[in-house]
C-alpha cells in the first residue's frame, strides 16, 4: 500500500507484501554489525490507494535504523500517513529516509546514468563465465542499479529496455537473491554487465 494506516500485524496481507519489501531492505542495508554506507534502497509502493509512492533509505545517511522487522514496519507507517510529495521531488523524512511520488521508470530515469539491471532467473548469469571465486576479498566499488520485484514478476512494461541478469535457475526469495548480489560484490566476483 502507498497510504493509509499499514496494518502492523497482517504485513503478508492487507498491506501488500510489505514483509517481503522489509526483508529485502534489511539484506541491502545491514550487515551482521552494521549499515552498508554505500547502499541506496529505493521501495516502490504500487498497491495504492491513490498513486505511488517511493521511500528511499540511503545507507550513508541512515541513523538508528534497527535490525528488526516490526520496527522497520513502523517507520514505513509513519510515512505512509504522510502526504504524497510530487512526482521527483524527494522530500526528507528523517536521517537517511525520503519520500518522493512516482513509479519505477521514474526511479530508472534518474539512474541513468547508471548501469543497471534486473534480476531474473531467466536472465544470463551475472558473473562472467568460469569467473574465478577470490579468495582474498576486494570489493567490486562499481555503481550498480538492481531491479527485483516482490512476488509478482515485472510487468512487460516495467521490464521494457532493462537487461536481465540470474543467479542461477532456481527462483530465490528476493533477500536472498539480494545477499547472494552482495556476496557477489563484497568478494569482486567478475560480473557478466556488458
Ligand atoms: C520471490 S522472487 C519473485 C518471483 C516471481 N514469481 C517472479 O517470477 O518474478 C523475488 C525477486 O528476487 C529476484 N530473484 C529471485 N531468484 C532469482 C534468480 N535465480 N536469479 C535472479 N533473480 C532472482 C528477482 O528479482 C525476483 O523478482
Known amino acids: 500500500m502507498s497510504k493509509g494506516s499499514l496494518p502492523l500485524n497482517d504485513l503478508s496481507g492487507g498491506a501488500g507484501r510489505v514483509d517481503v519489501l522489509i526483508r529485502a531492505l534489511m539484506a541491502a542495508l545491514l550487515t551482521s554489525h552494521g549499515v552498508r554506507k554505500n547502499t541506496e534502497v529505493i521501495l516502490h509502493m504500487m498497491g495504492g490507494p491513490g498513486p505511488p509512492r517511493r521511500i528511499k533509505f540511503n545507507g550513508h545517511e541512515l541513523r538508528g535504523l534497527h535490525a528488526e522487522e516490526r520496527s522497520i514496519a ?95 535457475d532456481t527462483w530465490l526469495q528476493g533477500h ?17 554487465l556488458e
Open 74 to 168: 513502523g517507520t514505513l507507517a509513519k510515512v505512509l500517513n504522510i502526504p504524497l510529495p510530487p512526482i521527483g521531488r524527494w522530500q526528507p523524512v528523517t536521517a537517511g529516509i525520503e519520500h518522493s511520488g512516482g513509479a519505477l521508470k521514474h526511479t530508472l530515469n534518474e539512474w541513468k546514468n547508471t548501469k543497471v539491471i534486473a534480476l531474473d532467473a531467466n536472465g544470463p548469469r551475472l558473473w562472467k563465465k568460469e569467473a574465478p571465486l577470490p579468495v582474498v576479498s576486494k570489493a567490486n566499488e562499481m555503481d550498480i542499479g538492481l531491479v527485483l520485484s516482490d512476488d509478482q514478476p515485472l510487468s512487460g512494461e516495467e521490464q521494457e529496455g532493462l537487461e536481465l541478469r540470474s543467479l542461477g
Open 176 to 192: 536472498m537473491a539480494v545477499g547472494v548480489v552482495h556476496f557477489l560484490l563484497d568478494e569482486g566476483v567478475a560480473l557478466n
